[in-house]
């Protein structure tokens, strides 16, 4: 199982990322998929999930509104849309296969989030 993210970078608040998760390994069209972040010297916070058909979404409280979250089981993608982006937003964001705690059984390595002027 191999989960590679890209997308992150430096962007102004009030800009917007798109980050992607490349799968494989897995059958990912069976699994759920969530986007999850840690920013400097705090835990890991979940932002984002997926269904493994993509019919269901649902976003943490700080994300709603401004992350979309879509996936394309054929080619084995998940990405996520941040628009409006916030200083607080500056975190290293993870995906993870599985929907929330001890079900999120693999993880990628992340990709860096900055949001500065």
């Known amino acids: 199982v191999q989960l590679v993210e890209s997308g992150g970078g430096m962007v102004q608040p009030g800009g917007s990322l798109e980050l992607s998760c490349a799968a494989s390994?897995?059958?990912?069209?069976?699994?759920?998929m969530t986007w999850v972040r840690q920013a400097p010297g705090k835990g890991l916070e979940w932002v984002a999930y997926?269904?493994?058909?993509?019919?269901?979404?649902y976003f943490a409280d700080a994300a709603k509104g401004r992350f979309t979250i879509f996936r394309d089981n054929a080619k084995g993608i998940v990405r996520l849309q941040m628009d409006n982006l916030k200083p607080e937003d500056t975190a290293l964001y993870y995906c993870?296969?599985?929907?929330?705690?001890?079900?999120?059984?693999?993880w990628g390595q992340g990709t860096q989030v900055t949001v500065s002027s």
């Open positions: 997926i269904s493994s058909g993509g019919g269901a979404t």
């Open positions: 993870a296969r599985g929907s929330s705690g001890p079900g999120l059984d693999y």
């Open positions: 390994g897995f059958f990912m069209p069976a699994h759920d």
